[in-house]
């Protein structure tokens, strides 16, 4: 069975052997040695002044929005997960859509403006698939009209844009640490800012607003990271420059495979170090993919469509249309990607496509 992805998992004594410290202190949880372990190994890695762990990729957009102080309207893009969107209404504001390039798929910063009011306080865009915003333009924007940005980076674990890491830009990114992506903890995310005053304000409200064992700075949740996520992380960790070049090497094979076959592959945005996250295929109508899902169920092959339904369809939220987004959402599928799967299976999911 080929399914859209396969979770990594490191050699079980690899991951046992983390956890032994664990059993002998018996601190599970609240921030122990093996999650301040992970946060620096990260920052390392992906390149960034500092990065706090959390539980996963959806309470880091909550404290996010929550620790900005945002409120009222909060400009986002209907094509991403539903998490992007259920947090700010979980947050009690109001998503306002702006619709996606058609070429990079992330949100149209020509866009932007026009659908700024004076209850507008932020924008939350994501860099769809891992492919960056244009966050020059977005940044832009912003800064004339005095809004918050938060990124949605849940798809750029190692993403670079321009030679630095893409979790630079914007007040504040996140990541999902979830097991279906890239880079997992079994659950988990991580929140990443610049800005010294705004890490305060995120690493008090992921702790129930603890200032010390009997103060409160006010109002928090609890966001914490636990050492068994942290070990998996940890353990996932070792194997990741592998887990990337394994993709690279699917990913080339489907290129190879898929070229001039009626489906248009993803563009990343000029000067992106791509992270091989996931494999979307734009078919040139919806009863098209409808068929070649199909087929490829028949043979074992689970492609997701991701993303569908455009989010200015959730049911919680009014109604407006949104073509470019509606129109790609309907027409786009992802193809099975993991680091456990070979050149082979691209050409056989291939097959079955073609
Ligand atoms: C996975 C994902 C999330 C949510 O992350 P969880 O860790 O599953 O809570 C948020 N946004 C996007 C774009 C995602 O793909």
């Not at 946060?39 to 620790?67: D, H, M, W």
């Not at 700010?88 to 070429?103: A, L, N, S, T």
């Not at 495979?257 to 248009?264: K, S």
């Amino acid at each position: 069975m080929l399914n859209v992805t396969q979770t990594f998992l490191p050699p079980l004594e690899e991951y046992a052997k983390l956890l032994e410290p664990v059993w002998e202190s018996k601190w599970l949880t609240n921030r122990g040695k093996l999650v301040c372990e992970l946060e620096e190994r990260l920052c390392r890695y992906l390149e960034v002044p500092n990065l706090l762990a959390v539980a996963n990729g959806t309470i880091a957009l909550q404290i996010a929005i929550k620790a900005l102080g945002l409120k009222g309207e909060i400009i986002t893009t209907p094509f991403s997960y539903v998490a992007t969107v259920s947090s700010i209404v979980w947050e009690g504001c109001i998503p306002v859509f702006v619709d996606i390039d058609p070429i990079h798929l992330t949100i149209d910063e020509n866009k932007i403006e026009e659908a700024i009011t004076d209850k507008t306080s932020a924008i939350l865009a994501t860099h769809v698939y891992g492919n960056p915003c244009n966050v020059e333009a977005i940044e832009e924007i912003a800064s004339r009209n005095g809004l918050k940005v938060i990124y949605d980076a849940a798809h750029c674990f190692g993403v670079k844009y321009k030679g630095r890491s893409i979790l630079e830009h914007g007040d504040v990114s996140t990541l999902s640490f979830h097991a279906t992506k890239l880079f997992h903890t079994g659950e988990g995310g991580g929140i990443v800012t610049a800005n010294e005053e705004i890490r305060k304000t995120i690493f008090d409200h992921h702790n129930f607003g603890h200032n010390g064992p009997e103060e409160f700075f006010g109002l928090g949740v609890n966001g914490k990271m636990s050492e068994i996520n942290a070990a998996m992380g940890l353990a996932v960790l070792e194997y990741i420059d592998d887990i990337i070049a394994r993709r690279r090497s699917v990913r080339e094979a489907y290129n190879a495979a898929l070229a001039d076959n009626g489906v248009a592959l993803i563009n990343l945005r000029e000067g992106t170090e791509w992270n091989f996250s996931y494999y979307p295929v734009i078919f040139e109508s919806e009863e098209l993919l409808l068929d070649v899902k199909n087929e490829m169920n028949k043979k074992d092959i689970f492609p997701r469509r991701y993303f569908y339904p455009s989010l200015n369809r959730l049911p919680y939220l009014p109604y407006g249309e949104l073509p470019v987004a509606e129109d790609i959402s309907r027409r786009v599928l992802c193809l099975p990607l993991s680091d456990s799967f070979t050149p082979a299976d691209a050409e056989r999911v291939s097959e079955v496509l073609r």
